[in-house]
């Protein structure tokens, strides 16, 4: 049996690429790593209803926690024979972009802490426990290149900046972004690492796209603009959900470093997402940040 585990699928993406894998097959063993028991229950049951797929689990994560993030490695260690076939780090907040500063209980921006720090943490523990071929996937966005306006640059700033922002930025919804690019530098470090191991994982990066599920109804005509005046930026969740799916119980991956979008089709990334110093910086930081070496 093939064990899949994907952080924040209580809801979204997360939860629509879990049912589908559990529709897929009873071969595989899918774990609902999600910070909210209640809804993480409500999301297994739904699945198992509605596939018919006895095998899914919930086990508590909070990405935003350090603390969090080795309890689930200790907890999946003792409790766990199976190898991990595909980890899917799936977990991902906005946040309150621009009204009020938003720490993590490790003193991180919260954006940063789980759309980035903790998955990199999450994914080194979990590496000697997963298959010999076994798939990292990381959902990024698009929005590790956001639009900017005319004669401005979208230019990176350091870790540490992003990691402890000052007043100005804890409140400025280019957070985010900084954060899924995070997720790029992230990938395309970890294959280095990877190989340097001799290890046949493969890690890859996935875009959504831009998705209903991420905003309120009232944000509906910004969502429908966005649909029609920049349809690079739309995505389906429907559609999003299902090619996720795919790249979890297909055998389409077969190489790391790559930056699927809305499809099982790869694309590139920003030019500046393919800086090998910023990408190095990062990692270094994320293992002190993390203190990934004790």
């Known amino acids: 049996m093939k064990t899949i585990i994907i952080t924040g699928a209580n809801h979204g993406l997360g939860f629509e690429a879990a049912k589908k894998i559990a529709a897929n097959s009873k071969d595989f063993n899918i774990v609902l790593a999600c910070r909210n028991p209640e809804r993480a229950e409500n999301a297994k049951n739904t699945i198992i209803n509605e596939t018919g797929n006895p095998n899914v689990s919930v086990m508590i994560l909070d990405t935003s926690s350090i603390k969090s993030v080795r309890e689930f490695v200790e907890n999946y260690r003792k409790n766990n024979a199976n190898p991990i076939d595909t980890l899917v780090c799936n977990a991902a907040m906005v946040g309150d972009l621009n009204t009020t500063r938003q720490m993590s209980e490790d003193g991180f921006d919260i954006i940063f802490a789980t759309n980035h720090l903790g998955h990199f943490l999450l994914c080194n523990l979990l590496l000697p426990f ?85 905003f309120k109804e009232e944000q509906a005509q910004f969502f429908e603009f966005v649909r029609i005046h920049a349809p690079h930026r739309y995505g389906d969740l429907e559609k ?33 997402s393919y800086n090998e110093k910023n990408a190095k910086e990062l990692w270094d930081k994320s293992a002190e940040y993390t203190q990934l070496n004790s």
């Not at 076994?134 to 990024?140: D, F, L, M, W």
């Not at 804890?170 to 900084?178: E, F, I, K, Q, T």
């Open 130 to 214: 997963m298959d010999k071929h076994g798939k990292i996937i990381v959902v990024a966005s698009d929005m590790h290149d956001p639009p900017v306006k005319e004669g401005e640059k979208f230019e990176w700033i350091g870790v540490e900046p992003i990691a402890h922002p000052n007043d100005e930025m804890a409140v400025n919804r280019v957070r985010y972004s900084y954060s899924k690019l995070c997720n790029v530098y992230f990938v395309y470090e970890f294959l280095k690492i990877l190989k340097a191991k001799n290890s046949e994982v493969t890690v890859n990066a996935f875009n959504p796209g831009l998705m209903k599920t991420h």
């Open 240 to 272: 999003s959900s299902t090619a996720l799916a795919e790249l979890v119980y297909s055998d389409i991956i077969q190489t790391s470093g790559n930056y699927y979008d809305r499809s099982t089709s790869a694309v590139k990334t920003s030019e500046l």
